[in-house]
């Protein structure tokens, strides 16, 4: 006869109790907001947001087993509306029995349900025939129907800290079922589980198999790297996490700290983040951070690119971390980005104006006859290469000033420039005016 399966360590140490949960103190801690509501007696809906192995189904579970609630847990990856159905009569019977019971529906990865899914909760949750617990990774902001939400108490759950962790490997060792870990072997299978407790658990779980086939009673370091391999942390390349790390890198680049710079790009490395993604960014940090503060940022950013491009991993990824610390150590200025927002907004309000004729163009007879071109001040013949009182708006616009150099690199130089520009222009302008030459023309 087959055997049946064992089950997995994982979910043989799952907590029975509120007093075994490991972690999430800030919630499940004397006087915190989700104790008091277990405490309380009256099951409300809520959201439970977090990354993955810090708790969430178990929570749900305790949540249904304090109530004295029928649980229903529903997967938002391989269910649908009619298992929503099936969940709102299994708890129309369950309320309606002989022995009258409440009903919890635990729904995992919510966030993967559809808008039209998700608002099949809506009226059974607003009737109170189940209190709806949703679990999601994801920003639940973005990811869950604003109404449901409007219903639900968001908890945010934290990755396991290292305390945490330890803490359960000597849960699981004192089962007898794992080898001996010594402490650097402890400390890189907590650096392994990157604060998720099914992993590490799973992990340990495997260790277990292996040394037992290999007759090894204890594990130390060594082995543990040789059966492990170099695994990558958890990383949610299209989740929160990435996003915040990016985030991470990119305000370090502007807050001018190389060696921050350095820490967040190495993480998104080390979590598998393909570096062509962060290329790309480099070259917005250039262009947005530094501008022409130092406009060599922007060719050193796209050099890197290109030869990350040529030598792949991991050669390339030096030339992305000289970009990351040249940006981070360059001066600053966002004013053409700045100026560029600035010019669409105005652009998006004034609407289409004329081109004046004498910026127009005059290729052909009847178009000089129509006086395109006429009057335009050719630049290089004039004094400097510079038509001192040009105007090149619409007429009627008053000229507004989207550029403001920023005092700093580059831009400092340019400033000047502009500056004496500016008072050559207000000078001419003011001599057209008046008719009166302005002091040291020619003219």
């Known amino acids: 006869m087959a055997q049946t399966p064992s089950v997995p360590l994982a979910e043989r140490l799952r907590p029975r109790t509120l007093s075994e949960v490991v972690g999430q103190a ?38 249904a087993q304090a109530f004295d609630a029928q649980f229903i847990a529903l ?8 298992d929503i159905r099936d969940a709102v009569e299994r708890a129309e019977a369950a309320r309606s029995g002989l022995h009258p019971q409440s009903t919890l529906v635990f729904v995992d990865e919510v966030h993967r349900f559809n808008k039209v899914q998700q608002d099949a909760f809506l009226p059974h949750v607003e009737s109170g025939l189940f209190t709806f617990v949703g679990a999601t990774t994801e920003n639940p902001s973005f990811e869950v129907n604003a109404a449901l939400l409007s219903r639900a108490t968001v908890y945010v759950l934290q990755p396991l800290a290292e305390a945490d962790l330890q803490a359960l490997i000597e849960r699981a060792s004192s089962t007898g079922e794992v080898p001996a870990l010594s402490a650097a072997a402890r400390q890189r299978l907590v650096a392994y589980a990157d604060g998720d407790a099914r992993r590490l658990l799973n992990t340990l779980e495997t260790l277990a198999v292996t040394a037992r086939a290999q007759g090894r009673a204890e594990v130390d370091d060594a082995w543990l790297l040789a059966t492990l391999g170099e695994r990558l942390r958890r990383y949610d390349k299209g989740g ?17 700290d190389p060696d921050a710079a350095l820490y967040w790009f190495v993480r998104m490395l080390d979590g598998g983040v393909d570096p062509r993604y962060v ?22 950013a796209l050099d890197a690119a290109e030869t990350y491009e040529r030598l792949g991993s991991p050669e390339g990824e030096l030339a992305l971390a000289q970009a990351v610390v040249y940006l981070a150590v360059a001066p600053k200025s966002n004013a053409v980005y700045t100026a560029y927002k600035a010019a669409r907004t105005f652009v998006a309000r004034d609407g289409t104006r004329a081109v004046p004729l004498h910026l127009r163009n005059a290729p052909t ?10 009057g335009y001040r050719y630049a290089h013949d004039e004094p ?24 700093r690199g580059l831009e400092l130089r340019i400033g000047e420039k502009l500056t004496e520009l500016r008072r050559r222009n207000a000078e001419a302008r003011a001599a057209a005016a008046t008719g009166v030459p302005p002091a040291g023309s020619s003219h």
């Open 26 to 63: 800030h919630l499940l801690g004397p006087g915190m907001p989700l104790r008091l509501a277990f405490e309380s007696g009256r099951p409300h809906s809520c959201i439970l947001w977090g990354p993955p192995g810090v708790g969430k189904t178990t929570i749900a579970r305790l949540m």
């Open 279 to 300: 290329a790309r960014r480099l070259v917005r940090m250039a262009t947005e951070d530094v501008g022409l503060a130092d406009p060599r940022a922007l060719r050193l």
């Open 75 to 82: 997967s938002a990856v391989l269910g649908g509306v009619k």
């Open 240 to 256: 929160d996490q990435f996003y915040d790390t990016i985030s991470a890198l990119h305000k370090s680049v502007r807050g001018s």
């Open 384 to 407: 400097d290469a510079f038509a001192a009182g040009e105007r090149y708006f619409p007429e009627g616009v008053q000229e507004p000033r989207f550029y403001e150099p920023v005092p």
């Open 365 to 374: 007879a009847l178009m000089r006859q129509l006086d395109h071109g006429r």
